[in-house]
């Protein structure tokens, strides 16, 4: 019976090869789920974990900053907020930050306004509380505008810090107070229209104040009425029409024609 030589000997997979003679020690086996970590792909691993983890903040500080955001757009404001934005426009005037016609129209914005976040957009471009103040326009020089036999028309755009005059003897006299700087927040006007007209054009908003006496004349307030309570601008006119026209109007009824055709044309932009 013939015998077979040594058959040779089988790895399998559960035993580690042998060495070979000659050859350095086997490494050990490195288990991937509990290497520490190391290399290139370990620290890509923790930079992809810290950009993940800082782009989580920033999303979240945004969310946090629209979110804000959002809550003013939907929180109602209440009677002091407006109040105290209607304080914080007249500091405005006084520092020569808003015109006559900006002032009255952001009052009458704040009165109508119906959550915070309409109160945020009046004030978006103003500054602060305890800013150094603007450079206010310079003093109106000119306080008393006449016309006799003739034509006066004057767009003030100074300060005014006292009361105007307005005559007009067989004679047109316009006044537009529209750009001017009004710090106290009132103007008092005295008029006297002898066979002659004279009219007084003033932001949409304010409060006109109209005494005194006409003979053979007509005088007469075309503007809007201001919120009920509201503390607007005044414009307080004294005025004596012997056979003359004293006329007080807003923008709004200054150029109705005008206002019509802007505001045609802002909706079919």
Known sequence: MSQTGPQPERHTASRPPERRRGAGPVPEPV????????????????????GRASGTGRASGTGRANDTGRANDTVRASDAEREAVVERLRIASVEGRLTFEELTERTEAAYAAVSRGDLELITADLPGM????????????????????????????????????????????????????????????????????????????????????????????????????????????????????????????????????????????
Not at 31 to 50: I, K, L, M
Not at 231 to 258: C, F, N, Q, S, Y
Request: aromatic letters at 2%; charged letters at 25%.
């Open 31 to 50: 288990d991937v789920t509990t290497a520490p970590d190391t290399g290139r792909a370990s620290g890509g691993g923790r930079a992809s974990d810290a």
């Open 130 to 269: 305890g800013a150094p103040g603007a450079n206010p326009a310079p003093v109106q020089v000119k306080r008393r505008f006449s016309a006799v036999m003739g034509d006066c028309k004057e767009r003030i755009v100074g300060r005014i810090d006292g009361p105007l005059e307005a005559v007009s003897v067989m004679g047109d006299v316009e006044l537009d107070l529209r750009g001017a700087q009004v710090p106290t927040g009132e103007v008092h006007i005295c008029v006297t229209a002898v066979m002659g007209d004279v009219k007084i054009i003033v932001p949409d908003g304010v409060s006109v104040v109209l005494t005194g006496h006409n003979f053979l004349g007509d005088r007469r307030v075309a503007v809007r009425d201001p919120h009920p309570g509201a503390r607007v601008p005044v414009v307080r006119v004294t005025a004596t029409a012997v056979m003359g026209d004293i006329k007080i109007v807003d923008d709004e009824h200054h150029g109705p024609l005008r206002n019509a055709l802007t505001t045609w044309w802002k909706d079919h932009r």
